[in-house]
C-alpha cells in the first residue's frame, strides 16, 4: 500500500510560480507511474503531467514549457509550475501505480490506484 501526501499549494498571482511535493511512504516498486492531476469543481480530473520510473514524461498541451515534474532519490515526486495562469486554478493531486510502468505515461485515471488528498492552486490574475 502506497500513502500520498501532496503540499505546497497556495495562492499566487499569474505570472508566479509554485512547486508541489508529494511525499510517498509504503511500497513503491522500482518499476512505476506517478503523474499530477488536478480539478476544478464541476469538471473531469485531467492529467497534467505524468512520469514513469524510466524518466518518460507526458505533459498536458497547456502546461508545456511552464510545469516540469521530477522526483528524487525517495521517489517523492514534486511538480514546478512557472508563469501561472488563472486557468490553472484546481485542486491538484498526486497519483500513483505502484508496481506498473506505463508506456507512454498515462493520463487515464483508472490506470493509477494511490491517490493522495490533494493541495489547492489559485491563481488570480
Known amino acids: 500500500q502506497v500513502h500520498l501526501v501532496e503540499s505546497g499549494g497556495a495562492s499566487v498571482q499569474a505570472g508566479g510560480s509554485l512547486r508541489l511535493s508529494c511525499i510517498v511512504s509504503?511500497?513503491?516498486?522500482?518499476?512505476?507511474?506517478m503523474a499530477w492531476f488536478r480539478q476544478v469543481p464541476g469538471k473531469e480530473r485531467e492529467g497534467v503531467v505524468a512520469?514513469?520510473?524510466?524518466?518518460?514524461t507526458r505533459h498536458t498541451d497547456s502546461v508545456k514549457g511552464r510545469f516540469s515534474i521530477s522526483q528524487d532519490s525517495k521517489r517523492n515526486l514534486y511538480l514546478q509550475m512557472d508563469s501561472l495562469k488563472p486557468e490553472d486554478t484546481a485542486m491538484y493531486y498526486c497519483?500513483?501505480?505502484?508496481?506498473?510502468?506505463?508506456?507512454?505515461?498515462?493520463?487515464?485515471?483508472?490506470?493509477?490506484?494511490?491517490w493522495g488528498q490533494g493541495t489547492q492552486v489559485t491563481v488570480s490574475s
Open positions: 509504503g511500497e513503491l516498486c522500482a518499476t512505476h507511474s
Open positions: 497519483a500513483a501505480k505502484p508496481c506498473s510502468n506505463h508506456y507512454p505515461p498515462s493520463f487515464a485515471t483508472p490506470d493509477y490506484n494511490s
Open positions: 512520469i514513469n520510473s524510466g524518466g518518460s
